[in-house]
């Protein structure tokens, strides 16, 4: 089993369209969450954290839920410019490393 | 733009070569992880060197090696290619331990690797 694993893509959603990712991971111990995207051909970048409690930033929401060992993404009225690839990234706290999923392609069509 | 190069951008080599890869960080940032993306995977942990030491490894054979220089940049070397070693090799740097850990990473634009 893979330490962590997202949803398998690509999601093709219509400009407008609420999209949401999931994430699970393996490790109980883990400590701390992040979605990065990845444009094509480009290097990750940070999109945000996820704390225990939920967090927002604008069309943004990141949810953990640590008994199921669960991370969400939520997307609402996606645009065009939200197309690329979503990682969800753990870190386990024992050590330094960031351990990050496959990611999952998100395409919006006008 | 995060500041983090990387040379060369791309570059081709054939199976049994040995590659340098090259990574400036980030002025006042003393730790780098080295990432292995493979097309259409997640970056794979390769090793992390913080003030010029080791600091932890990932599941990859001992033909990746590293260093870490006093300016804190660094070279990513692998022996022996293998037709798989052909990824987006991908360096973060970061202010401290600490902070690479969490979301103070600052990744370069990558070195594309392709093996042949």
């Known amino acids: 089993r893979k330490e962590v694993e997202q949803d398998p893509g690509p999601f093709n959603v219509p400009e407008g369209a609420t999209v949401a990712f999931n994430c699970t991971y393996s490790?109980?111990?883990?400590?701390?969450f992040f979605w990065y995207r990845q444009d094509c051909r480009k290097e990750p970048k940070l999109l945000m954290s996820v704390y225990s409690s939920g967090n927002e930033d604008g069309r943004f929401t990141a949810q953990l839920n640590r008994a199921s060992q669960y991370i969400s993404l939520l997307i609402r009225d996606s645009k065009l410019s939200d197309s690329a690839t979503y990682l969800c990234?753990?870190?386990?706290?024992?050590?330094?490393?960031?351990?990050w999923g496959a990611g999952t392609k998100l395409i919006i069509k006008p | 733009e995060t500041g983090v190069t990387q040379s060369p951008t791309h570059l081709i080599k054939t199976r049994g070569q040995q590659v340098t890869l090259r990574c400036s960080s980030q002025?006042?940032?003393?730790?780098v992880s080295w990432y292995q993306q493979a097309l259409g995977q997640g970056p794979q942990f390769i090793f992390q060197y913080y003030r010029e030491e080791e600091n932890g490894r990932g599941n990859f054979p001992p033909r990746f090696s590293g260093l870490q220089f006093p300016n804190y940049s660094s070279e990513l070397n692998v022996n022996a290619l293998e037709l798989d070693d052909s990824a987006l090799y991908l360096c973060?740097?970061?202010?401290?331990?600490?902070?690479?850990?969490?979301?103070?990473?600052?990744f370069g634009p990558g070195t594309r690797l392709t093996v042949t």
């Open positions: 990234v753990v870190n386990i706290g024992s050590n330094y490393q960031l351990i």
């Open positions: 973060a740097s970061s202010p401290s331990l600490l902070a690479a850990s969490s979301y103070e990473q600052y």
């Open positions: 490790n109980s111990a883990s400590q701390s």
């Open positions: 002025s006042g940032h003393n730790t």
